[in-house]
Nanobody, 125 residues
Framework: QVQLVESGGGLVQAGDSLRLSCAAS????????MGWFRQAPGKEREFVAATNWSDGSTYYADSVKGRFTISRDNAKNTAYLQMNSLKPEDTAVYYC??????????????????WGQGTQVTVSP
């Protein structure tokens, strides 16, 4: 079993930056693919970014490419989402997720075995 705890959300203005953290516990973190998703009110949960466990490759939604950066520190069992140039449309609850091993894709919620409780990000105009 893996427990994931997100932190770092908050209220910011458009153009500001935030860094979200996802602390993992329970099993060997370095073997897990890590993803970030978000869910705005009235909308489905959507993919934001992911990183695999083997070579550190990263994957991004088109809407955040060039603004967000996913990273991980296996020694600290923590994944990060650096969010720059935030826009009001980035407002959502952000969730981190983990998967044990390789699934062939990273973009869908069903790929992931474990989820955090979410952290709210609100971007004002």
């Amino acid at each position: 079993q893996v427990q994931l705890v997100e932190s770092g959300g908050g209220l910011v203005q458009a153009g500001d930056s935030l860094r979200l953290s996802c602390a993992a516990s329970g099993r060997t973190f370095r073997n897990y693919a890590m993803g970030w998703f978000r869910q705005a009110p009235g909308k489905e949960r959507e993919f934001v970014a992911a990183t695999n466990w083997s070579d550190g490759s990263t994957y991004y939604a088109d809407s955040v490419k060039g603004r967000f950066t996913i990273s991980r520190d296996n020694a600290k069992n923590t994944a990060y989402l650096q969010m720059n140039s935030l826009k009001p449309e980035d407002t959502a609850v952000y969730y981190c997720a983990a998967r044990d091993g390789y699934s062939g894709t990273y973009y869908y919620t069903w790929v992931y075995h474990y989820w955090g409780q979410g952290t709210q990000v609100t971007v004002s105009p």
